[in-house]
C-alpha cells in the first residue's frame, strides 16, 4: 500500500504528494499514455505482421473498460474479458480514445477525497475485492507501459524504429 509520499517505504522523502495533488498526477499519467500510445498506434500500422500488437493493445483498452465497469459496480464487468474483443486495426484509435476519455471524465469528476475511498468489486474469483480508484488508475497506466515496451521490442523486430516515449520526453527542455 502506498503512503502519502507515494511510495511503499516509510523514509521521507524530498517531494511528498498529498491528497489534493494526485488528482492532477493520474490526469497527468492518462495524458502521457493516450499520447505514447497514439504514436505507438501509428507503428503498429506499419508492420507487416501486427496480429500480436493489435491483440496487446486492445488489452489495454479491454483493461480501462473493464476496470471502469468495476468501479461503476456494473453487473457486465463480471463477464466482461480481459482479451475480447480483439479490436480490427482501423477500430484501435477510437476505442483507445473512448476507453481513455471514460477515465479522464471520471477522474475530472471526482473529488481526491472520492479518489482516494475503496470501491468494492467483483474479482477473477468471484469474491469481493476492493482497491481505490487511484489504485486502479495507477495500475491501468502502469499495465499500459509494460505493453507499450513488449509492442516496442516488436516494432523493432519487424525492423521499425519506434518512438520515443519516455516520460521525461514530454517534461525535459534543452536549455542551451
Known amino acids: 500500500?502506498?503512503?502519502?509520499?507515494?511510495?511503499?517505504?516509510?523514509h521521507p522523502h524530498p517531494k511528498k504528494f498529498d491528497t489534493m495533488e494526485m488528482k492532477n498526477y493520474l490526469l497527468d499519467t492518462f495524458e502521457y499514455n493516450d499520447g505514447a500510445n497514439k504514436k505507438l498506434l501509428e507503428?503498429?500500422?506499419l508492420l507487416t505482421d501486427p496480429e500480436e500488437s493489435?491483440?496487446?493493445?486492445?488489452h489495454l483498452v479491454n483493461c480501462q473498460y473493464k476496470w471502469m465497469a468495476r468501479i461503476m459496480q456494473d453487473p457486465a464487468a463480471v463477464t466482461m474479458s480481459w482479451w475480447e474483443p480483439v479490436y480490427a486495426?482501423?477500430?484501435?484509435?477510437?476505442a483507445w480514445m473512448k476507453s481513455v476519455s471514460r477515465w479522464t471524465n471520471y477522474i475530472s469528476g471526482k473529488t481526491d477525497e472520492a479518489l482516494n475511498t475503496e470501491v468494492s468489486f467483483t474479482g477473477f474469483d468471484g469474491g469481493l475485492w476492493a482497491a481505490?480508484?487511484?489504485d486502479i488508475a495507477l495500475q491501468l497506466n502502469y499495465h499500459s507501459i509494460h505493453h507499450r515496451a513488449q509492442i516496442?521490442?516488436?516494432?523493432?523486430q519487424q525492423g521499425i524504429e519506434p518512438d520515443?516515449?519516455?516520460?521525461i520526453g514530454t517534461k525535459y527542455r534543452k536549455l542551451q
Open 164 to 167: 520515443f516515449v519516455d516520460y
Open 132 to 134: 481505490t480508484p487511484v
Open 1 to 10: 500500500m502506498l503512503n502519502l509520499n507515494g511510495c511503499c517505504c516509510q
Open 152 to 156: 516496442q521490442t516488436m516494432i523493432r
Open 43 to 45: 507503428k503498429i500500422k
Open 89 to 94: 486495426i482501423d477500430q484501435l484509435a477510437e
Open 54 to 58: 493489435i491483440k496487446l493493445f486492445s
